[in-house]
């Protein structure tokens, strides 16, 4: 029992760590800029809407303005289940569960199915983010793409794919510590 104890301790101490230092990190690098942080559906949200209720002066500048670039971690197709992963943080932020909205849930699979419903969703998700975007913008999908769905995902969103940046995937916290990476695809208008 002691091994699992201090095996526990060095890990909590390396994350804490770790969260720390990248914390004091963001905090050098933060510069004094609006934000908002908003929840809904993401292929049907309406950005301009909910940042107005949260933030009046941010929603003008962000009108006028718009949005010059995205970059996300859309969730990976059938491999995790999302919703209660992050569980703890809807009962401790008070949000209702929306299981039935996860775009690419664990209990799809990985199906040709699933695989045509995540590119479908995703490629929405997309089509409505573009009424926010400038016309020149820029959006950065970080995806294991092993389904090779986000050429579709770009055609079907009437974008392209300009860049692709191979990332190395490192301390992992999955019990599989075999190395891969993920694709930084880099998508713009067409």
Request: proline share 4%; aromatic share 14%.
């Amino acid at each position: 029992m002691a091994f699992l104890l201090s095996d526990f301790l060095f890990q909590f101490n390396r994350y804490a760590f770790d969260t720390l230092s990248r914390i004091h990190e963001f905090d050098t690098l933060r510069k004094p800029v609006h934000y908002s942080a908003i929840t809904g559906d993401s292929r049907i949200v309406n950005i301009f809407e909910k940042v107005e209720k949260q933030n009046p002066e941010f929603s003008k500048i962000l009108k006028k303005q718009k949005i010059a670039g995205i970059f996300c971690s859309p969730p990976y197709v059938g491999q995790i289940d999302y919703h209660e992963q992050h569980a703890y943080a809807y009962d401790l932020l008070g949000f209702k569960r929306k299981d039935d909205l996860e775009i690419g849930p664990l209990y799809k699979g990985q199906g040709q199915e699933a695989r045509r419903s995540y590119a479908q969703d995703i490629a929405d998700v997309l089509n409505n983010c573009k009424q926010y975007l400038k016309t020149d913008f820029d959006i950065f999908l970080v995806a294991n793409d092993k389904c090779n769905l986000y050429p579709e995902i770009a055609e079907k969103s009437g974008m392209k794919i300009v860049n692709q940046f191979k990332r190395p995937v490192l301390n992992r916290t999955e019990r599989d510590r075999n190395p891969y990476s993920e694709i930084i695809f880099h998508f713009k208008s067409k």
